[in-house]
């Protein structure tokens, strides 16, 4: 049993960037320029680039993305596997950002008066 139904919310997700965009059709189109801007230089295919996205989404938590690119993950033919691969990724980043921002706490208090 799924905990949410994922295909309902990136279809609300949709409609609302839908409402956002009459009421401010730049700021969308911009968003839009800026999604396929990469894709234009060819140098990774939609698969890989959904992969990159899905690692991104964990660690901004971003629900509405993750509700997005997997669905266009598995519609470029990505596996569980490689969804798992490419989310193992994305958990490695964080627990090593947490790790470096542990360096800069030790660095604080060793400079605290």
């Given at each position: 049993?799924?905990?949410?139904?994922?295909?309902?919310?990136?279809?609300?997700?949709?409609?609302?960037?839908?409402?956002?965009?009459?009421?401010?059709p730049d700021t969308v189109k911009g968003y839009m320029?800026?999604?396929?801007?990469?894709?234009?230089?060819?140098?990774?295919?939609?698969?890989?680039?959904?992969?990159?996205?899905?690692?991104?989404?964990?660690?901004?938590?971003?629900?509405?993305?993750?509700?997005?690119?997997?669905?266009?993950?598995?519609?470029?033919?990505?596996?569980?596997?490689?969804?798992?691969?490419?989310?193992?990724?994305?958990?490695?980043?964080?627990?090593?950002?947490?790790?470096?921002?542990?360096?800069?706490?030790?660095?604080?208090?060793?400079?605290?008066?």
């Amino acid at each position: 049993m799924a905990m949410l139904d994922w295909n309902d919310y990136r279809s609300q997700i949709l409609a609302r960037v839908g409402e956002i965009g009459k009421l401010s059709p730049d700021t969308v189109k911009g968003y839009m320029a800026l999604g396929g801007a990469g894709a234009k230089t060819g140098h990774l295919d939609g698969k890989v680039r959904e992969l990159i996205a899905l690692a991104v989404a964990i660690t901004l938590r971003c629900d509405g993305c993750i509700a997005v690119h997997t669905a266009a993950a598995k519609k470029h033919g990505a596996t569980k596997g490689e969804i798992t691969e490419a989310l193992g990724v994305g958990i490695s980043v964080n627990a090593g950002a947490a790790l470096v921002y542990s360096t800069r706490t030790i660095d604080a208090f060793d400079a605290a008066a």
